[in-house]
């Protein structure tokens, strides 16, 4: 059962474009979610991250959009550059004692072209 | 500041082998470990999660262990590996309490 699904495996974007990826998920008791971004070989590193106490978070380029009633989530980055190409997976948590213990959806490739 | 390492980065074994997986975590105390595994063409799933020495939990069943013999060392472990276990092996840890992962570099591990 995936509880955390990212239904595009690959978006491709021009360089100075608005890159939006996008994840939903199932469980309500889901109440914190985070952004990685991975390059290959490499551990994913921490983005972004959201309560859902909140519906927006901004960092910089990156913003993340909540809508807790669509279970559903976003990632814009603008404006997109070469060196954000990479893989991006959404993360969704219980806060309390399972904080910690993400649940990943299946990663967005994402390809910004110069 | 802290830093995670995970090694060695790439290994090819033999099916029916064991397999040893370190992890260590410098510049903090206590602080909650992680084993998780990426399979090709999918998504991050957690294998096992330790609050703190000698207490793991294993997410699913399969052929793996783990043993966290000091504060901020997490070793994942078979006696007999399977071709299913080949995979991206990535380590994690994170401060109690909180939700975002810090993420090691990562283990390569083809099974033949």
């Known amino acids: 059962d995936q509880q955390v699904k990212q239904n595009s495996p690959s978006l491709s974007v021009q360089e100075g474009r608005i890159s939006i990826l996008n994840c939903d998920y199932t469980n309500s008791m889901f109440d914190y979610f985070l952004w990685y971004k991975k390059y290959p070989a490499e551990g994913p590193t921490f983005l972004i991250s959201i309560s859902s106490i909140k519906d927006k978070n901004e960092d910089g380029r990156f913003t993340v959009f909540l809508n807790k009633s669509a279970k559903h989530l976003s990632l814009h980055i603008v404006p997109s550059q070469p060196g954000d190409s990479a893989v991006y997976f959404c993360?969704?948590?219980?806060?309390?004692?399972?904080?910690?213990?993400?649940?990943f959806g299946q990663g967005t490739i994402l390809t910004v072209h110069p | 500041s802290q830093t995670i390492h995970q090694w060695p980065a790439t290994l090819v074994q033999p099916v029916g082998s064991p397999l040893s997986l370190e992890c260590t975590v410098e510049g903090t105390s206590n602080p909650n470990l992680y084993w998780y595994r990426q399979a090709a063409g999918r998504g991050l799933q957690l294998l096992f999660y330790?609050?703190?020495?000698?207490?793991i939990s294993s997410e699913v069943p399969q052929n793996l262990s783990a043993s966290r013999p000091q504060d901020r060392q997490f070793i994942l472990s078979s006696k007999k590996l399977l071709l299913s276990d080949s995979g991206f092996y990535l380590c994690?840890?994170?401060?109690?309490?909180?939700?975002?992962?810090?993420f090691g570099e990562g283990s390569r591990l083809t099974v033949l």
């Open positions: 993360a969704a948590s219980v806060s309390g004692t399972s904080y910690g213990k993400l649940t």
């Open positions: 330790s609050v703190g020495i000698g207490q």
């Open positions: 994690a840890w994170s401060v109690q309490g909180a939700g975002e992962l810090f």
